[in-house]
């Protein structure tokens, strides 16, 4: 009876040191979860989704370097604990496999983000029927590459479209948005170069964005064929239909009211029977033409958040326009608005590449004459 009883005291004794080492674990599981929320509402505090870029950068960096660094340090922590206690050796041995298993994961989850999803490059295909046309015309709606510098990415984007045999091309802006020590001086005749290889038979069309102020200094004649449009019309006969554009200014795209009187005055000098693209490099313009005879707005500069999370939706659009219209192509009363989520990412004062459920991409309009209802 007194060797059951020790037995039982000792069974006893065991039990309670795993209920308070499980205990533990649990403990150091939510203190880690807590300090991870800390941490990212002081990034939305200082203003990282307003957006400030920095912050957006420092939200990058610990979540998806400092915090797997400080996770595999806590692995090595319970690892060597699990040698040292061999009462808790099985305890100490899953609290390290845990945290290594999560730091793995949040390497990976960087590596995909910064260096697999910004170049996906996505191709969208529209397809829009038009009674103002005889002939089919294969637009191709580009935007914000934003390169950084000029790299095989690049490259790959313009052999994607010359692939596609476009009729015309429109960028929506933001070309380059050069990382030192590379400079626009070295890097938009590399740009130009391969626009010029691309150049399709309606010629390719731009306006101003956010980050090319060193365009405005550059004369028409060192930009061709790049033609840029900027509080201007372009009238171009297909020969099947004519095609007018009307490309508004950077300061036009942010604001309604800036935008109305060109609006206004392209819409007087064009004829009914012309197909009519307004394009802009932000969005927000669309929000005052949804009543007017326009057939097709385009727009980008919201990346499609770059960063859009399930259920929730992109985190940053920089915007005023509703989230479900950063992105994508739809009806917004009289016209339509195809919004570009980009073919780059924003590399603001040399902020890392990165996207989440939003690959970079392109759309190809094909603008198809009507079908006769019989």
């Excluded at 699990?82 to 793995?104: K, N, T």
Aim: aromatic share 10%.
């Amino acid at each position: 009876m007194k060797e059951l009883s020790e037995l039982g005291m000792t069974d006893h004794g065991t039990r309670r040191k795993g209920r308070s080492f499980w205990k533990f674990g649990l403990l150091t599981v939510l203190a880690a979860v807590l300090y991870v929320l800390i941490r990212n509402s002081l990034y939305v505090r200082a203003g990282m989704l307003n957006p400030n870029f920095s912050e957006i950068q420092k939200a990058y960096d610990f979540n998806l370097w400092e915090l797997p660094m400080t996770l595999f340090g806590l692995a090595a922590l319970f690892a060597a604990l699990a040698v040292l206690w061999s009462g808790l050796r099985r305890g100490w041995l899953c609290l390290a496999v845990l945290y290594a298993f999560v730091g793995v994961d949040l390497l990976v989850l960087r590596y995909y983000v910064t260096s697999v999803e910004p170049q996906r490059l996505l191709v969208h295909h529209i397809r829009l029927e038009t009674p103002k046309l005889m002939q089919t015309i294969r637009v191709l709606h580009i935007s914000d590459i934003q390169s950084g510098g000029i790299t095989d990415y690049e490259v790959k984007v313009f052999e994607q479209i010359k692939a596609l045999e476009p009729d015309l091309i429109l960028n929506t802006g933001d070309l380059l948005q050069v990382v030192p020590p590379a400079t626009f001086a070295s890097e938009f005749p590399k740009l130009l170069q391969l626009i010029q290889a691309v150049n399709p038979r309606l010629g390719t069309y731009a306006v101003y964005g956010d980050t090319e102020r060193e365009l405005y200094g550059v004369s028409p004649d060192n930009m061709a064929p790049l033609k840029m449009l900027s509080s201007r019309t372009a009238r171009i006969n297909t020969g099947d239909g004519v095609l007018s554009l009307h490309g508004l200014s950077l300061y036009q795209s942010k604001n309604q009211s800036w935008a109305t009187r060109t609006v206004e005055d392209w819409l007087a000098s064009s004829v009914a029977g012309e197909f009519r693209i307004l394009f802009g490099h932000a969005p927000d313009y669309a929000l005052d033409v949804t009543d007017l005879p326009i057939d097709l707005c385009l727009a980008g500069h919201t990346h499609g958040g770059q960063i859009r999370l399930p259920w929730f939706g992109p985190l940053v659009i920089d915007s005023e326009v509703p989230k479900e219209w950063s992105k994508g192509f739809r009806r917004i009363g009289v016209p339509y608005l195809n919004v570009s989520a980009g073919a780059g990412s924003n590399r603001f004062e040399g902020l890392s590449k990165m996207r989440f459920n939003c690959p970079t991409e392109m759309t190809l309009i094909e603008l198809v004459p009507m079908r006769p209802i019989r």
